[in-house]
């Protein structure tokens, strides 16, 4: 009894022995599954080089977007450095060049400001070659800037005539001022509306209190202050008055445009700017060639600086066009360094071709208006995050959002300088 469990094992080995195919099925089986892991192995390592090169070329594309915007952004920081500081000389040229036969400031701010009609037919331009949008789609957007009233003379007279009214304090003040002084102290003193901006926007619209800005506003102060010491380079003390109520006007344009308007997209803003030449042209005319008649300006019309009085023109149209452009598709702070610029170029232009010695107090001045400039343009978050990595403190979160558009970036295309 006890033998045949063992002599049942032995037949069963015997059996399997004698079975050919137990051994040939494994065999088969055990072959089938190596050649299906190599056949894995092989297409994950085809996966691998395909994510390789979906990721290089990822990357490949990355850096020639990168490099494209950062053409973009240099090409738009000269033009707007450069439109800025021309459109500035050539206004300062055109009431210089003939002061006999030619002083008309308002003249040439009405004229000048005309010139702002073309900036929708412009903007309705490029959005027929470069926009994905239809021309219908973008003029209703453009549109929506009068709160729903439509084109109509209520919503001129509601949205666009009060700030003509400051277009015309800042810009007339500012090309009166060029009478008196010399261009870069002009742009100098007018850079600091960022500065009066940030006052506006605490007391007008509830904005926070931040100590980097309070700085802001102490050295552009200082440079103006200092700057007024400097009788040589500055001229008579009128005309840095009248830059002062041109920053003052601006930044009051701006801070109004912010409360009323709101934060206006490239075809809001070019429309907006069309809207305000196209009611300067009819409103204003009346007191440019009325003020002709007066002691206050001149012109004898056979005598007129047409040449430069164009020049500002149409650089200071495609000074406003530019930016209005940068700020929609590239970024506002790249405005805010153009116009930053500006004003080193300005000084630069004056030494070279208006023989204007630079003395310490205008150079002192300057040096605190680009401080406060910088200061000012400097956005919030970015200041906290330098305050928490400072402190060894990372906000993982935040790390990788973008900075919020600062009101004095958002609506630097709304003033004239």
Request: charged residues 15%.
């Amino acid at each position: 009894m006890a033998s045949k469990p063992l002599l049942n094992s032995e037949e069963r080995r015997m059996s399997q022995s004698k079975d050919p195919y137990g051994s040939t099925n494994g065999s088969k089986n055990g072959s089938k599954k190596g050649s299906d892991a190599k056949s894995a192995e092989v297409e994950i390592q085809k996966l691998r080089e395909q994510l390789k090169e979906h990721e290089a070329a990822i990357k490949t594309e990355t850096q020639v977007k990168k490099i494209g915007e950062l053409t973009a952004s240099v090409i738009v920081i000269l033009l707007v450095a450069f439109t800025w500081a021309l459109s500035t000389q050539f206004s300062k040229t055109a009431l210089t060049v003939d002061r006999e036969n030619f002083y008309a400031p308002y003249f040439m701010m009405w004229f000048s400001t005309c010139h702002m009609i073309f900036c929708y037919p412009l903007f309705l331009c490029y959005t027929k070659i470069a926009r994905k949008q239809t021309i219908g789609e973008a003029h209703q957007e453009a549109l929506t800037v009068f709160k729903g009233r439509g084109l109509t003379p209520i919503s001129l007279l509601l949205y666009v005539f009060p700030f003509l009214c400051l277009w015309v304090a800042a810009n007339y003040s500012y090309a009166r001022s060029l009478g008196s002084i010399s261009a870069s102290v002009a742009t100098s003193i007018s850079s600091c509306n960022t500065a009066i901006v940030y006052i506006l926007s605490i007391i007008v619209l509830k904005e926070g209190f931040f100590p980097h800005k309070l700085l802001s506003v102490i050295f552009a102060i200082g440079g103006v202050v200092v700057m007024s010491f400097d009788g040589e380079i500055s001229g008579e003390i009128m005309g840095i008055v009248l830059s002062i109520i041109s920053a003052t006007s601006a930044a009051f344009y701006k801070v109004f445009f912010k409360r009323v308007i709101g934060s206006a997209s490239f075809p809001q803003v070019s429309i907006f700017m069309t809207c305000l030449g196209t009611l300067n042209l009819f409103l204003n005319v009346g007191i440019a060639f009325g003020l002709i008649a007066t002691p206050w300006e001149w012109i004898n019309f056979q005598h007129v600086p047409w040449l430069p009085l164009f020049g500002s023109a149409l650089l200071s149209l495609c000074f406003n066009f530019t930016i209005n452009f940068g700020i929609a598709v590239l970024n506002p702070l790249v405005i805010s360094v153009g116009m930053l610029c500006g004003i080193p170029l300005n000084t630069v232009i004056d030494v070279l071709f208006r023989d204007v010695t630079p003395t310490a107090f205008f150079l002192t001045g300057t040096g605190l208006i680009l401080i406060s400039f910088l200061l000012i343009i400097t956005p919030v978050d970015i200041v906290a995050r330098l305050k928490r990595r400072a402190c060894g403190v990372r906000d993982v979160e935040n790390d990788d959002q973008e900075p919020p558009k600062d009101i004095i970036e958002e609506t630097v295309q709304e003033s004239r300088h």
